[in-house]
């Protein structure tokens, strides 16, 4: 099975190494988030924080951050388990795991609906 990016991007099993990414496809927030994510995962590291990840994306509202984040879900290329303060992602492809968060407290959410 061959998961595909959204926005025309390449197939994860066809996706050049990060030297040879073709500059349209560096343009894309989606593709740079994901690609920030899998380097935490390749490294062991926890999974970089909302506000870090908009700030490397120029945003500045945490919501548009959520949204690549669904994106990302829907398209099947990672799975997300949430936190109170963290997450671990989950590459779909390989199965590589971020870090666990130093805050292992489920969401408040998740607490409410207990």
């Known amino acids: 099975m061959v998961i595909l990016y959204r926005q025309n991007l390449l197939p994860i099993k066809e ?44 945003y500045s509202s945490t919501a548009s951050v959520q949204r690549i984040l669904i994106e990302l879900l829907d398209a ?10 963290g997450r671990i992602v989950t590459i779909c492809a390989t199965g590589k795991k971020t870090a666990q968060p130093k805050n292992m ?3 408040w959410r998740k607490r409410r609906m207990e």
Do not use: S, Y
């Open 15 to 58: 996706r050049p190494k990060k030297a040879e990414v073709p500059a349209p496809m560096l343009r894309t927030r989606a593709q740079i988030l994901f690609e920030m994510i899998q380097d935490a995962a390749e490294d062991g590291k926890p999974c970089p924080t909302t506000n870090k990840i908009a700030e490397v994306l120029g």
């Open 105 to 107: 407290q489920p969401h």
């Open 76 to 85: 099947g290329l990672i799975e997300v388990e949430v936190f109170n303060a």
